[in-house]
């Protein structure tokens, strides 16, 4: 028999939920390809550890980075290669909802439907990730009130207005994570004369980054290539440097998530302040991160308690409950 | 004799025409009660038709809704905590 699956196709990270079962995946969005024969080497985690390590005829690539189909084909064969691996074949052919940016173009929402069809499925259903991510982080979005999300992932930071089952006002921003990790790599580069790797670049937000000052500052150590000798070095960063050179991506988040809420009705800004809007998605996690949103707006910021995977719990409701909540995809006119 | 014929002829053909003329009339009655009949019975049609339609949407929506309720929300959820590593890099 079909299984119906949900996946939450993330520019950083993969989730798939089976209906019935839960979620069932969880990994990396990155895939490590043959240069010159185009195979398929390795997916997920282990396409992961290659990235920056490489020889010449391997290329391991995110392709759904900065929250766009940068690459047709080879994001039709993630999609089918997942697909593949949690066991759909053309004799099951199961229905499955699939989570993208709300910000994706109508070549891209075809480009993501037809490869999963090829791939097996019966039917491919979207739905925009804030309104997945406002089911699954288990908001009142029943009731005639105001909820805000903020799902902040790896490519995109995209807010929402929900009531009564639908979006009542939307902001995307293709700014994500990843944008911080690049600001962290291009200060280095610039202020120490060394080069890092992205992956260097993330354990540096994670270790010490931070949206605004939060109470223990820490440094660390990082060891990179020395521009002008080439040869290793290590140079020691301070939390505040690292917040000074993600202050543009951070600004540019903040900015968005202001500018949905001015796009809501007034009627729903009491709803925001006394309910407060809830924060989804990895970016989230940055420290300091929904303290500043909450002092920029003046509006109370919590985070969700899954916050990478609310978005697919979201998606996986909807499989569950295929009938009654066909209105919620892209497309269908609710 | 061959008189007498031919005014049989014509009486039988008054006769004839009288019936006709009578049965064209008929037949236009039942149309037109026929016709009118169809048309009340479409209306009805359509009217039931239109508050079916708006009985449909109405549960639809309460579906919608229904189905977006933290209960019915409880059991998918629950499938949260069987997640296969952590979703982070490292
Ligand atoms: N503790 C943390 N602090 C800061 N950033 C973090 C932390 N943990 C994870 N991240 C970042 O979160 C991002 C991944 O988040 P998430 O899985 O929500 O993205 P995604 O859903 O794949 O992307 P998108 O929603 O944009 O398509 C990564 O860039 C990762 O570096
Ligand atoms: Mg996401």
Redesign the pocket.
């Known amino acids: 028999m079909a299984r119906d699956l949900a996946i939450?196709l993330?520019?950083?990270?993969t989730l798939v939920y089976i209906k019935g079962r839960g979620i069932v995946l969880n990994e990396p969005?990155v895939i490590a390809v043959n240069r010159r024969n185009g195979e398929v080497l390795a997916t997920g985690h282990d396409a992961w550890d290659m990235i920056g390590r490489t020889p010449s005829y391997i290329v391991a690539v995110r392709p759904?980075r900065g929250?766009a189909i940068t690459d047709f084909d080879i994001t039709e064969r993630m999609i089918r290669q997942l697909l593949q691996r949690v066991g759909v074949s053309r004799f099951t052919r199961p229905k499955v909802v699939i989570c993208v940016?709300s910000a994706i173009t109508e070549v891209e929402r075809r480009a993501v439907t037809d490869a999963a069809r090829r791939a097996g499925a019966s039917d491919a259903q979207l739905i925009e990730?804030p309104m997945a991510a406002a089911i699954g982080a288990n908001l009142p979005i029943d009731e005639p009130v105001g909820n805000m999300v903020i799902?902040i992932?790896?490519?995109?930071t995209e807010t929402a207005v929900i009531s009564l089952g639908g979006i009542v006002a939307l902001e995307a921003v293709r700014v994500?994570?990843?944008d911080i990790?690049a600001a962290i790599q291009n200060y280095v580069r610039r202020e120490h004369g060394v080069a890092i790797g992205e992956r260097t670049a993330?354990e540096i937000?994670?270790q010490i980054?931070s949206a605004d000052p939060v109470g223990d500052e820490r440094s660390a150590d990082i060891r990179g290539r020395d521009l002008v000798s080439g040869l290793p070095k290590t140079i020691r960063l301070t939390a505040e440097e690292v917040r000074f050179a993600i202050d543009e991506p951070v600004a540019s988040m903040v900015l968005s998530v202001k500018r949905c809420l001015s796009k809501a009705p007034p009627e729903l800004a009491q709803d925001f302040l006394a309910r407060g809007m809830y924060l989804v998605?990895?970016?989230g996690?940055?420290r300091g991160l929904a303290e500043r949103i909450s002092r920029e707006t003046s509006v109370p910021v919590r985070m969700s308690p899954q916050p990478?995977e609310a978005?697919v719990l979201g998606a996986g409701h909807c499989i569950e409950n295929y009938q009654a909540l066909r209105g919620m995809f892209m497309g269908s006119h609710r | 004799m061959g008189y007498r014929r031919s005014v049989d002829r014509s009486a039988e053909l008054s006769t004839n025409g009288a019936t006709m003329i009578a049965m064209g009339l008929v037949a236009w009655v039942f149309a037109v009660l026929a016709a009118g009949c169809g048309s009340v019975l479409l209306v009805l049609v359509y009217l039931d038709h239109r508050a079916s339609r708006i009985d449909d949407s109405i549960a639809s929506f309460r579906r919608h809704i229904d189905a977006l309720s933290p209960e019915a929300r409880h059991e998918s959820m629950s499938h949260g905590n069987s997640t296969q590593g952590d979703?982070?890099?490292f």
């Open positions: 939450d993330g520019t950083a990270n969005s759904l929250g940016p990730q799902d992932g790896g490519g995109t994500g994570s990843f990790d993330e937000k994670i980054g998605g990895g970016g996690m940055l990478l978005v | 979703g982070r890099y």
